[in-house]
C-alpha cells in the first residue's frame, strides 16, 4: 500500500511538473504581464530548474518543512545537478538526503531568541527589530532570493524575506520606535518592486511572483506622510498608480456588465468589485507536499481549479480559512475566486481615496476627481454588496450566486478602518464584535473551528490592529481598549513562559498554544512585535 502511494504521489507530481515547466517557461503573472522580462537574467525556480528532484524531495518529505528545499541555493548550476541527480538516481545505496545536502546549501534557520525573565516585553520589543533585519544582498545568482535595494524586516522563523502586507504592521512599529529610516527603506523596496514586477509581489522570492497580497502600500504612504508629511510620499505616486492598475487587470475604463477578469469582476448591473485571483493551475512550490497530497481525491479534471483556489487564498494573506470553502468546511470546496472580499473592497477604496489625496496635494485636479469618483463609487459598492442589514455584519459576496456568504469573520472590521462604513453600519459592527468575536486573548478570525489557522480559537495581530483602529474611527474608544488590553495581556502571559513573540495566538483558551496552518507557530515576530509597540503607545496615552 505505502509503494502504491508513492507512486501515485510521485506520478501526479511529475505530471504537474511538467505542466508546470511548459506554463511557466516565461511566468506570467495573470495580467498579461511577462515578469521574465522584467526579472534579472537568471531567475532560479526550483520546480521548474530541478522539476523531478524537485518533486522527489518534497514528495519524500526529507525535510518536515516543504519550505526548506526552495530556499536551499544551489552549489553549482541547477542542470549540472540534474545531470548528476539522474546518472546517480538508481544507483544501489543513492540517498537522496546525502545528494542534497552535497548539493544544496540549506537555509540557516533564525537563532532562537533567549530572554532573561528579568527583561520586559516592552523592553524586549523595542530591542529585537536587529534580530528580524536583513541585508538586501543575494548570495547566489542561484537563490530564489529576490534582491532589494535596501534592508528589511522578516517577520521571523522560517520567514526569511520580506512579506507584502505584514510589513505594513511591521512599518507601524519602526514608526512608534523611531526606526523610521528602516521603515522608509522598506517603502522603497515595495515601490522598487512595482517598478520591476508592475505589483508588489508576496513576498521577494522567485516563487511568490505570481501572486500579491492585501494591498497595503497606500496605507504605508499614509502611515509616513502623518509622520513627515506629504511632501515625504508624493515621489511614490507613480508606483501607487501602477498597482492601482494592476488590481483593475491595467483597465483604464470599466468593461461591460458581465465581464469577469482576473482580478476585476463586473456585474451584470455593472457595478465592478474585485476578487483575489490563482494565476496558475498547480500547488505552490513552498506547498507542493501538502498541496498535491489534498487534491488526490479530486476529479483530475477539477485540480487545475483547486490550485487555482489555493493560490487565491494565499494571495488574501488568510491562508487557510473556513472562509473561503463553499461549505464552511472542507479545503476540498475551496472557491476563493467567487468571492469578494470585504478586506480587498476596503483597501481598494483606501487605495482609490489616498490616490485621490495625492493628485489633489499636486493640484493634478482631473486626475484626483477620477480617483475620488471612484472611491465614492467603492463605497457604495461596500455598503450594498457587503452588509448585511438583517445581522448588522460586513460579509464577504458571492458573485456567482449573487448573494453573501452569511460567514461571519473579523474581516468586517475592514470597512470601520479605512473609514467607508456608515455610522449605524460601525455601530452594529461593534455590537457584533463585543457579544460575538471578542475572546479572553483578543478577538477572534472566526466562528468556525476548522483546524485551519485563520479560524477559531486564533487571533492574529493585524487583526487586533484592524479592529482596535476601526473601532477608533467610530468612536468605541472602550471596546478598542479592551481589546488591545487582552491582547497584550496574552501576548506577555505566553512571553513570560518562552521568552519569545509569536505569529498567532490562541485567543479563546489563552493557555493553550494557537494551531493549524501547514508549520508550527514561529518566533519572531514582525507584525505581533509592531502591533504590540502600537497598543502600548496606546494604551499610555490614556494615562
Excluded at 542542470?79 to 545528494?99: C, H, N, P, W
Excluded at 459576496?397 to 474581516?411: D, H, K, M, P, W
Excluded at 487582552?486 to 513570560?496: I, K
Aim: charged share 20%.
Amino acid at each position: 500500500m505505502y509503494c502504491m502511494k508513492r507512486k501515485f504521489f510521485m506520478g501526479l507530481a511529475i505530471t504537474l511538473l511538467l505542466v508546470s515547466c511548459q506554463k511557466q517557461s516565461a511566468i506570467n503573472d495573470g495580467n498579461g504581464m511577462n515578469i521574465a522580462a522584467t526579472q534579472p537574467a537568471i531567475v532560479y525556480r526550483p520546480d521548474v530548474d530541478i522539476p523531478e528532484l524537485f518533486a522527489r524531495v518534497q514528495t519524500e518529505m526529507i525535510y518536515p518543512d516543504s519550505k526548506t528545499f526552495v530556499d536551499a541555493i544551489p552549489k553549482e548550476k541547477p542542470a549540472s545537478i540534474m545531470k548528476q541527480y539522474t546518472a546517480e538516481k538508481d544507483r544501489v545505496g543513492f540517498d537522496l538526503k546525502t545528494f542534497v545536502e552535497q548539493h544544496f546549501e540549506l537555509p540557516a534557520a533564525l537563532p532562537v531568541t533567549h530572554v532573561s525573565n528579568e527583561t520586559n516585553m516592552q523592553e524586549h520589543l523595542k530591542a529585537h527589530w536587529i534580530n528580524l533585519l536583513r541585508n538586501p544582498q543575494k548570495t547566489s545568482e542561484y537563490s530564489t532570493l529576490v534582491q532589494l535595494p535596501h534592508p528589511y524586516i522578516v517577520p521571523g522563523g522560517r520567514f526569511r524575506e520580506m512579506f507584502y502586507w505584514d510589513s505594513y504592521f511591521t512599518i507601524v512599529g519602526l514608526l512608534q520606535s523611531d526606526q523610521d529610516q528602516l521603515a522608509k527603506d522598506m517603502i522603497d523596496n515595495f515601490a522598487y518592486l512595482i517598478d520591476q514586477y508592475g505589483f508588489i509581489p508576496n513576498g521577494n522570492r522567485t516563487y511568490f511572483l505570481t501572486r500579491s497580497q492585501p494591498p497595503f502600500f497606500a496605507a504605508m504612504l499614509k502611515l509616513y506622510a502623518q509622520k513627515h508629511g506629504m511632501d515625504s510620499v508624493i515621489e511614490y505616486l507613480p508606483q501607487l498608480e501602477k498597482e492601482y492598475t494592476f488590481w483593475m487587470d491595467n483597465q483604464k475604463t470599466i468593461p461591460a456588465k458581465n465581464s469577469k477578469g482576473n482580478h476585476l469582476i463586473v456585474l451584470g448591473n455593472g457595478d465592478y468589485v474585485n476578487r483575489y485571483f490563482g494565476a496558475q493551475d498547480v500547488p505552490r512550490a513552498e506547498a507542493f507536499n501538502k498541496e498535491t497530497k489534498w487534491a488526490q481525491d479530486l476529479a483530475e479534471n477539477d485540480r487545475a481549479n483547486f490550485f487555482k483556489n489555493l493560490r487565491a487564498a494565499c494571495e488574501s494573506g488568510w491562508d487557510f480559512s473556513s472562509r473561503w470553502y463553499a461549505d464552511g468546511k472542507t479545503k476540498t470546496t475551496i472557491n476563493t475566486m467567487d468571492l469578494i472580499p470585504v478586506d480587498l473592497s476596503s483597501l481598494l477604496y483606501s487605495l482609490e481615496s489616498i490616490l485621490a489625496e495625492l493628485h489633489q496635494y499636486k493640484h493634478q485636479q482631473e486626475r484626483a476627481d477620477f480617483y475620488s469618483k471612484r472611491a465614492a463609487q467603492r463605497k457604495v459598492f461596500i455598503q450594498t454588496y457587503h452588509y448585511d442589514a438583517a445581522t448588522g455584519t460586513y460579509q464577504d459576496y458571492n458573485f456567482v450566486t449573487g448573494e453573501r456568504t452569511g460567514q461571519l469573520s473579523i474581516a468586517m472590521a475592514f470597512p470601520l478602518f479605512v473609514n467607508a462604513a456608515t455610522p449605524e453600519a460601525a455601530k452594529s459592527v461593534a455590537k457584533h464584535i463585543k457579544e460575538k468575536l471578542l475572546m479572553p486573548g483578543g478577538v477572534v478570525t472566526t466562528l468556525t473551528a476548522s483546524g485551519e489557522q485563520w479560524d477559531y480559537p486564533n487571533g492574529w495581530a493585524p487583526m487586533q490592529y484592524i479592529t482596535v483602529e476601526g473601532l477608533l474611527q467610530y468612536n468605541q474608544k472602550p471596546l478598542a481598549l479592551d481589546i488591545a488590553k487582552r491582547w497584550l495581556a496574552l501576548n506577555e502571559r505566553v512571553y513570560r513562559e518562552e521568552g519569545k513573540m509569536m505569529e498567532k495566538y490562541n485567543v479563546v483558551d489563552t493557555h493553550i498554544k494557537a494551531g493549524g496552518g501547514n508549520y508550527p507557530n514561529q518566533d519572531g515576530f514582525g507584525w505581533t512585535n509592531g502591533v504590540d509597540i502600537a497598543f502600548y503607545n496606546l494604551l499610555n496615552q490614556q494615562k
